[in-house]
């Protein structure tokens, strides 16, 4: 029995614009296997400008996806192209190159450099290659993530909030047309994170920007689009409204866990908050867009997550 | 952009800064202290010490060789267009007339008579150097680490070890005078030729899977 869906929230004007925006990602039948295990298993996707999430539990495959994205690891299987270019020859992978920022999950540093001179490096080695122009746009960027006053400063010197900032800075010189950023708000305190919010939603107009994070509430505040990773397969692809809209009529309330909720917790006024089939005349809650990622997830991965 | 010479002059400087400096310094200032032991009245163990003390000379400075690849900031840099091939031949270009410095120096602080022939021991140390290399050079193709010095230094000494247990007759630790000098010198320059080969071949970056360590 499964009570009739709330209507779901009509997508703002933005939300068509961007949805409906042309293609600057494709990725058809991605697969990668490390031993006998699926990474990826046959993921298709696009993506367009604006800041795209990708959510999913820890082993869903997240961080591969993006490093087959950004040309770190060739893909067993399948094909992808980044602003019309295809990495799957040598001079694709190049154009790709020059047109991508690339935030690791634990980004790695010289701990000897001072913020300027890695920036600067990474300039380089993006080819960018007149001395004054390189100048101007290294500072630009490190003025961008706030990090003008420490440039001098040896990236060991630098607190971790600060090194993430480095990173970004790093990903986000010579104005790249793709950006893939792999958990980039991991550790940050939520201050931080919120500075870091700021700089992802302005570095998300007019360009691609996919952002890996296990945050709903990143990709509620910046994402235009959002997929569902789980077990290396895409469980979900759309907005966050329509991922909200999933759980629409899903979510209850309880004073005991439900015992056929596919998921449920107690939460902070003692109730406990279920999502799945709820019973008959069962207290209906407005859904989140955690409920609607819960919902998109199988059963093993929710098992995990919840 | 094609690679010109102002991209590489710009390259030097944050290379240059980026090599390992503390393990090519211990491992050169070892080397250097084990060649000078030959100046030392109690010389080395064995007939012919110069010999023994260079060899050791040449697989400490391999060993600090092994960590000429380690860089942390791999996969920060890793999908720039200026890729880790590039830089990698960076380095050994750099490094490589400190290393001629460094080896003319400790052959210059073995006494004459105990200086073994120059070619072959040179030789050998060529292809230790080189083996280091190709070690570290397939660490780096086939793992995702940043830093593969410490592994390949493990496996240099293990490398070594064993080919030190092999008898004379068929290894690579003869000495002149012996009846398989010769063949052991053959020995040492297939030992180069299969290394840099391998380094030539775990260098570029492949367009097709390459084994990658899991994430989330």
Redesign the interface.
Known sequence: MTPPPAPARQPDFQELRMTTAPSTVTATDLS?R?GG?H?LDGVSLRLSRGVTGLL?P???????LL?VL???????RGEFTVLGHD????AG??AV??S?G????????????TAF??V???A????L?D?GA?RREVRRVLEAVDLSDVRGKRIKRLSGGMRQRV?LA?ALVGDPGFLVL??PTVGLDPEQRMRFRELIAQAGEGRTVLL?THQTEDVAMLCHRVVVLARGRVRFEGTPAELTARAAGRVWSSTERDPNALAGWRTGLGTFRNIGDPPKGADLLEPTLEDGYLLALDSESRTVTA | ?PL?P??LR??VV?VW??LPWRALAVAGGLGLLFAAAARLPEQGPGEDPGLFLLRLVALTGALGLAFLLD?????????????RPL?AGLRVVLVAPLAVLWWTTALLLIPGPTRPPLGPVTLEAAAMAASALALATAAVRFTDA?EVGKATAVWLGITAAVAVLVPERWGLSAVPGEPWWEATQVRWAVVLGVTVAATALCTPE?????S?K???
């Open positions: 990668l490390y295990t990474a999913g820890n082993g869903a495959g997240k961080t591969t490093r950004a040309t770190a690891a060739p893909p067993d990495p799957g020859t040598a992978r190049l190159r020059r991508l690339y935030l690791p999950q634990t980004p790695g540093f010289h701990p000897d450099f001179d890695f600067d490096y990474v380089i080695l993006k080819e290659t001395r390189r990173a790093a792999d958990e890996s | 952009m010109t102002a991209l710009s390259l944050p800064q980026s860089d942390p900031a791999r996969n920060t840099t890793e999908t720039t267009p200026l890729g830089r940043g492949p367009l097709r899977r390459r990658v899991l994430g989330s």
